[in-house]
C-alpha cells in the first residue's frame, strides 16, 4: 500500500514530465544592425529583429542569441519554467500541512 507522501511524489513527478522543456530567464525581441556593409535597412537606420535569451549562470548574467524558429519554443520553456517554480514554492507549505495531518498531537 502507497503511502500518501509517495502518492504526491509519483503526482508530482508525472506533471514535472508534462513541463518538459523548462528553463529560467527572460527572452526579449531587439532591434540591431547587421554585418552586411550596404545594407539599405540599415542605411535608412532601421534595424532588424533578434531574439535573446537571458539568463543567470554563476552568478553572472549571460544573454544568448535565439534563432527565430526556436522563439516558440523558448516562450513555452519559459512558461514551463514559471509553472516549475510555482510548484516548488507550494511544496514547502503542503509537506508542512501534511506532516501535521499525519501527527497526532498529544
Known amino acids: 500500500m502507497k503511502s500518501n507522501d ?3 511524489r509519483e503526482k ?3 506533471y514535472l514530465a508534462t513541463l518538459w522543456p523548462a528553463i ?5 525581441q531587439v532591434r540591431k544592425p547587421c554585418i552586411r556593409k550596404n545594407c539599405s535597412a540599415c542605411a ?6 533578434a531574439w535573446l ?9 549571460k544573454t544568448m542569441y535565439v534563432p527565430l524558429a526556436l522563439v516558440p519554443t523558448m516562450k513555452k520553456a519559459l512558461e514551463n ?9 507550494r511544496t514547502g507549505p ?7 495531518k499525519a501527527v497526532k498531537y498529544a
Not at 529560467?24 to 526579449?28: E, R
Not at 535608412?44 to 529583429?49: F, Y
Open 12 to 14: 508530482g513527478e508525472k
Open 6 to 8: 509517495q502518492r504526491a
Open 94 to 100: 503542503e509537506l508542512i500541512e501534511r506532516h501535521r
Open 53 to 61: 535569451l537571458s539568463f543567470t549562470s554563476h552568478r553572472q548574467r
Open 24 to 28: 529560467k530567464g527572460s527572452l526579449a
Open 81 to 89: 519554467g514559471r509553472k516549475i517554480e510555482q510548484l516548488l514554492y
Open 44 to 49: 535608412r537606420g532601421d534595424k532588424h529583429p
